[in-house]
């Protein structure tokens, strides 16, 4: 091969950058910085990651196999103290930046940081407040912390002395228990802070236990009896206190066996607030109503083209009774996924990324998990609820009646493309950092517009196809409706298991299961409200932008997801260029109620 003059190469290159200069200057980046990042973005990495930090070193040590990870307990004073520190750090922070000179992605960066760490430092101090009026219940704990925080530096133990430690603390834990028996009953909550408190002082003694015992001659000697006494003392304690909780209400006895806190009006706004969902419990049960009735006008046309007049209940018993034979759901999932692959890309709605459309996986619902959770569950995986061999023969035809279909054909998309493996999908690839603020207003509500955009473009076709569709639809209304006058302490889990049964049209099984998975499940009491919400911001946010002709489905679509997971008001406050402030509170009223 020749060698080229390097001078002549030189002044090609020269000729060629001069003669393009003006090219070099207007073509844009081939990459989008603020698709990835913001002026914010480092700070919620530092933030997320210090608070992960004093987390891990302020909590106990579980030993599994290999090595020791941090157990998820309540925390200590000591690591109370210092989560606030770290809360007033990042606050002092905010505050010194200049606001006015970012963009809209770091303003909103901002905004739903600084609304994350004072919803931390609110949650901590009533973390306090609960704890503080237990602290009567565990006089002993004192020297239990301190043993624990000695180990964290490996501080040499007198094992001998330890043993008497643990020894007395026994006596004075059994006296507390003796103590707690003269008591009737205490506020459930606060017997619920004094049972994870007892736990947390548990692993905090084990912690400190499985760190010296085998490698200290004399702790091993003296510790493992006093260690073994007390730690069973602290079990049996923490049980007490647990028997200990009455749940405070006005409502009427239950019989459902389900159990649930309800947290009342004053703390259901402050949520809805810090989720930025600017209308009241009472406003969202008004909007659910008037969307139950749409769905109501739209059955009786679905019952009446089946032959079935106006009793729904008959055309929807006729739609439940079309499930496939056990052992063939499986295929009915891969055909209900194609069709609503083939009608998306029909409309020209959305992109089919090839990796996420190739990469989502099928999994069977365990029958215990179907007890709380008889429909589809979904994400990376579609968990498939279908009954097994071991269920009762009632019980089977419930499960295969509830996931029929023309049920299933609403929920395949929604677990999946463009559903929620798709979130997985771009999530992990854009604004990942953006987790931190996740919510189920937009997890929830991005798979549920799909329902709702599906619907508006007419992929229910036959009476069947729209009453499966309306199923869902009423059930999220039906959502908002029951778990919002639970909340607010109008209704009990067996009135909110009727209401399911009688206005929906639920199995009465999958009704009990979809309630206490709603109450027991630990879910955030505003997570079944999002669904519908969530759906409906997205979708008047698409009227907003895409029937006004300013973007096409693909631009919205690809827009609202590469934004990641945050609540759907900051998510428009970027794609529509909205005036923001540092102190920015939800104002977006997104619903028409005339």
Known sequence: MKRLNPVLVGCVCLLFLSGNSSQAQTTPPPFDLYAQ??????????????????????????????????????NSPEQRRRLLDVDENYLQKLAALDFKAMSKHGQVDYILLKRNIEDHKLGLFQEDREYEQITKYLPFAAPIYQLEKERRRGATVNGQQVAATLNSLNKEVVAATESLKKIGSMDK??????????????????????????????????????????????????????????????????????????????ELIRQLRVEMIPYTPEELIALANKEFAWCDKELLKASQEMGFGDEWKKAQEKVKNSYVPAGTQPELIMKLYNDAKEFIQKNDLIDYPEIADETWGMQMMTPERQLVNPFFLGGRDIIISYPTNIMEHEDKLMSMR??????????????????????????????????????????????????????????????????????????????????????????????????LVDRVGHERANAEGEVRRSFEGGYSPLYQVAYLIGGLQIFSLKKELVDSGKMTFKQFHEAVMHENSMPIEMVRATLTDQPMTPDYQTKWKFYDFK
């Open 37 to 74: 990042t913001s002026e914010i973005a480092g700070l919620i990495l530092q933030y997320s990651q210090d608070i992960r930090a004093i987390r891990y070193f302020y909590s106990p040590t579980v030993k599994n196999r290999y090595y020791g990870e941090a157990a998820n307990v309540l």
């Open 402 to 499: 509830g996931n029929n279909p023309y049920f299933s054909r609403p929920t395949v998309q929604h677990e999946l493309v463009p559903g929620h493996h798709l979130q997985y999908y771009v999530s992990s690839r854009y604004k990942p950092y953006r987790n931190e603020f996740r919510t189920p207003f937009w997890t929830e509500g991005w798979a549920l517009y799909w329902e709702l955009l599906l619907y508006d473009k007419g992929f229910a076709q036959t009476p069947e196809e729209r009453i499966g569709m309306l199923f869902w639809r009423m059930h999220r209304c039906a959502r908002i409706i029951f778990s919002l006058n639970y909340h607010l302490g109008k209704w009990t889990p067996q009135e909110c298991i009727d209401f």
């Open 189 to 266: 909550t606060l017997a619920d802070q004094g049972e994870q408190a007892l736990l947390g002082l548990r692993a905090r003694l084990r912690s400190t236990y499985d760190f010296y015992v085998g490698y200290d001659p004399l702790f091993s000697w003296w510790v493992p009896r006093p260690f073994q006494t007390l730690d069973s003392t602290l079990l049996a304690y923490a049980k007490s206190m647990k028997s200990k909780g009455k749940l405070v209400t006005t409502q009427k006895e239950d019989k459902s066996g389900i159990r649930g806190v309800p947290i009342g009006r004053q």
